[in-house]
């Protein structure tokens, strides 16, 4: 697959230091938002400059010992205005989508995912935008099975928004918690490293075009 051939050799040849650019990983409010059948999203902002993600994490939660499968989307916020409210924009364009993976049994694990590209259902093809909405959807749960995202507020790096979207029938809607009097800021646990990467250029980018000619990639597979 063209696709999977470039970004590795782009990974092999490219350098550039990677830096934190969202980190919301570390006050634990103790608090878990339940998926479920539901897909739920985090709009977020981020921090520093670079923008070519290097890697993606989140902590989630799994009580199901059967075959549970996750699956990660980026969206824009792009979509209609909850509500017909500017500034509310739903999550609309989605510009990865990671496909279903298994996710094992767990109280509360971080899952990485570094390859945005080999096996994707929407390869990443471009740089992350300062803002967008990252979600995600587990199945295969039984009828008392729960799965889920954890909540924290610790935002070292970049910035996000006090409610969370949920995808019900109707399309997005916002979700939001008050434990009494108190508004608890429904964060999803998460971090994300991104790097910034020069334009491929001399011997390289020769390389590159060569590959597009190439009898033998229509063989060539994701490992």
């Known amino acids: 697959?063209?696709?999977?051939?470039?970004?590795?050799?782009?990974?092999?040849?490219?350098?550039?230091?990677?830096?934190?650019?969202y980190d919301n990983?570390?006050?634990?409010?103790?608090?878990?938002?339940k998926a479920s059948t539901y897909e739920v999203a985090d709009q977020i902002i981020l921090?520093?400059?670079?923008?070519?993600?290097?890697?993606?994490?989140?902590?989630?939660?799994?009580?199901?010992?059967?075959?549970v499968e996750a699956q990660v989307r980026f969206y824009l916020n792009d979509g209609k205005a909850f509500r017909g409210i500017a500034g509310w924009e739903t999550p609309g364009t989605v510009f990865y989508d990671s496909g279903l993976f298994e996710v094992g049994k767990t109280d509360r694990s971080t899952l990485w995912l570094k390859d945005f590209v080999c096996g994707a259902a929407v390869p990443l093809s471009m740089d992350l935008p300062d803002s967008f909405s990252w979600s995600?959807?587990?199945?295969?749960?039984?009828?008392?099975?729960?799965?889920?995202?954890?909540?924290?507020?610790?935002?070292?790096?970049g910035n996000n928004y006090n409610d969370y979207w949920v995808k019900k029938d109707r399309g997005w809607t916002l979700g939001y918690?008050?434990?009494?009097?108190?508004?608890?800021?429904?964060?999803?646990?998460?971090?994300?490293?991104a790097k910034s990467v020069p334009e491929p250029t001399g011997a390289l980018a020769i390389l590159i075009a060569g590959l597009v000619f190439a009898p033998w990639l229509h063989r060539r597979h994701c490992a």
């Not at 697959?1 to 650019?21: E, F, I, K, R, Y």
């Not at 995600?136 to 790096?157: I, M, P, Q, R, S």
């Open 177 to 193: 918690y008050k434990d009494g009097d108190k508004v608890v800021p429904m964060n999803f646990a998460a971090q994300i490293y």
């Open 136 to 157: 995600v959807k587990f199945t295969g749960l039984g009828a008392d099975e729960h799965a889920g995202v954890t909540v924290y507020n610790g935002l070292e790096v």
């Open 25 to 33: 990983s570390t006050v634990d409010l103790n608090y878990n938002v």
């Open 47 to 67: 921090g520093g400059t670079d923008r070519s993600l290097a890697c993606f994490g989140f902590e989630y939660y799994n009580t199901s010992d059967s075959a």
């Open 1 to 21: 697959m063209l696709l999977c051939v470039v970004a590795v050799l782009l990974n092999l040849t490219q350098a550039g230091a990677v830096s934190l650019v």
